[in-house]
């Protein structure tokens, strides 16, 4: 667990190094797009490990890691 957390965090700062190198504005918007799910990946990852999280069950972990991974996706979520 604590493996995949810290080569995420990698990904994701080499991304937004490489971000702040490039000049093209839609390169740029490409490797912020990356950096961003890669984040997404790692909160998820991190909550989907947590064992607290599950005292109410996988539902509520489940809305919370959707809602945060859609963003703003107009998605109806139903479990």
Do not use: C, F, K
């Not at 995420?8 to 991304?15: D, P, W």
């Amino acid at each position: 667990q604590h493996r995949v957390a810290n080569n995420m965090q990698i990904v994701a700062s080499t991304l937004r190094t490489a971000r702040r190198e490039i000049a093209d504005p839609a390169a740029r918007e490409v490797l912020e797009h990356a950096s961003a799910r890669i984040h997404s990946m790692g909160m998820m990852h991190r909550r989907l490990y947590d064992a607290a999280a599950y005292a109410a069950g996988l539902e509520p972990v489940l809305r919370e890691v959707l809602a945060t991974t859609l963003g703003d996706l107009p998605v109806e979520i139903r479990l």
